[in-house]
């Protein structure tokens, strides 16, 4: 299991002029935030933190974004050093708001057992079901990091996608999606990091934002 990098990179910031995303909300009402979870990918290490795929997605829906992500955590990983997604969840400040609530990763457990995995997401969902009553959750599975996809990547994807079907929360998959070419990554994912380049970050907050209209009108 890969040891937590507490890069932590929390960021407001307010979203461009976007077309507005229709009412995903549990009170039929169109968000106006949201709240991106997550890992790297979603800190834009090696990239630019200030535009990546969070802030990306939320500008072109017009949405207000807070980003609370850490390198190297999970649903699992980081639960030692109090980083794990559900540990920051409970710590999030009250100032805090969201109305859609996407919670991305999963790649930094892929050491953890189906049973750890499936518990620890559990207990995600249910801590910002809490937090959020109100706010539609979503989850975005991993990322093919690295490339090519292993095993265990696709088996924490399928059991990401059975804890989103137990909980009544969307699910995006990357990988089953093939929003990364395995054949042709470069331009995406740089090969000497395995994390999104700056185009690449906003190829994936473009792709993410299609795919949360998407969602909508299913």
């Known amino acids: 299991m890969r040891r937590p990098q507490l890069t932590r ?22 968000p106006r935030s949201m709240l991106v979870l997550g890992d790297s990918w979603a800190a834009g290490l090696h990239a630019d933190p200030r535009h990546a795929l969070g802030q990306v997605a939320a500008a072109r829906l017009g ?8 390198s190297g955590t999970g649903y699992v990983n980081g639960e030692t050093a ?34 750890a995995l499936t518990a620890a997401a559990t207990r995600t969902m249910a801590a910002l079901r809490d937090r959020f009553p ?26 990401l996608h059975r804890v989103a079907a137990t909980q009544q929360v969307r699910y ?3 990988l089953r999606q093939h929003w990364i070419s395995e054949r042709h990554p470069d331009g995406v994912l740089d090969p000497q990091n395995h994390h999104p380049t700056v185009a690449g970050q906003r190829y994936l907050g473009l792709r993410l934002a299609q795919a949360l209209v998407h969602l909508h009108r299913t």
């Open 9 to 30: 990179r929390t960021l407001l910031a307010m979203a461009v002029a976007g077309p507005a995303i229709g009412a995903l909300t549990g009170t039929g009402r169109a």
């Open 63 to 70: 949405l207000a974004v807070t980003v609370d992500a850490v």
């Open 82 to 115: 109090g980083s794990s997604y559900a540990d920051r969840v409970r710590r999030l400040g009250g100032r805090v708001r969201a109305d859609l609530v996407v919670v991305q990763g999963g790649s930094n457990d892929h050491a953890a057992s189906a049973a």
């Open 134 to 159: 109100a706010a539609q959750r979503v989850m975005l599975g991993p990322g093919p990091d690295p490339v090519p996809v292993t095993a265990e990547q696709r088996a924490v994807d399928v059991v």
């Open 172 to 174: 995006i998959s990357m």
